[in-house]
């Protein structure tokens, strides 16, 4: 499994938000963090819709956490820019499996307890939390 670049570059944009606490361009959070400004562009509406940045248009326009920080975690931003977070795909809500087996497979177990520590270890981790660590 591997996260997709722009979940990279949202979780960048964020914790930009989270460092200077204040209303920011896309071309200041493009140049800052060394992420692409169209990519910076595409990602704000997932963030906007999961409730994670606030958007501003206009000349005096922006971006800026709609959280603290420390309300946020890794997952939120995750979530919001993945479409899935399932490692297989029986994990879906509807719990699809071409065996139809979904009720006693040993390996879907075992799926089951991954994803449930990827999920808590990733709601575990807050913007805030990274800028301590920093």
């Known amino acids: 499994m591997q996260l997709m670049a722009t979940t990279d ?14 209303k ?20 704000t509406r997932s963030l ?21 920080p420390a309300e946020i975690s890794l997952l939120d931003i995750t979530a ?10 029986c994990l879906e809500e509807d719990a699809y499996c071409n065996r139809f087996a979904t009720e006693h497979c040993p390996v879907r177990k075992c ?9 808590e270890k990733l709601g575990a ?3 805030a939390r990274l800028l301590q660590e920093a």
């Open 48 to 68: 906007r819709e999961a409730g994670l940045i606030r958007t501003q248009m206009g000349v005096n326009g922006g971006y800026s956490l709609a959280k603290e």
């Open 125 to 127: 981790i807050s913007i």
């Open 24 to 43: 920011a361009s896309s071309a200041e959070i493009a140049e800052k963090m060394e992420v692409p400004r169209k990519y910076l562009i595409n990602i």
């Open 111 to 119: 799926y089951t307890m991954i994803q449930r520590e990827i999920e």
């Open 80 to 89: 919001a820019m993945e479409g899935t977070m399932k490692i297989n795909r």
């Open 9 to 22: 570059y949202a979780i960048r944009m964020i914790l930009y938000l989270a460092t200077v606490g204040r």
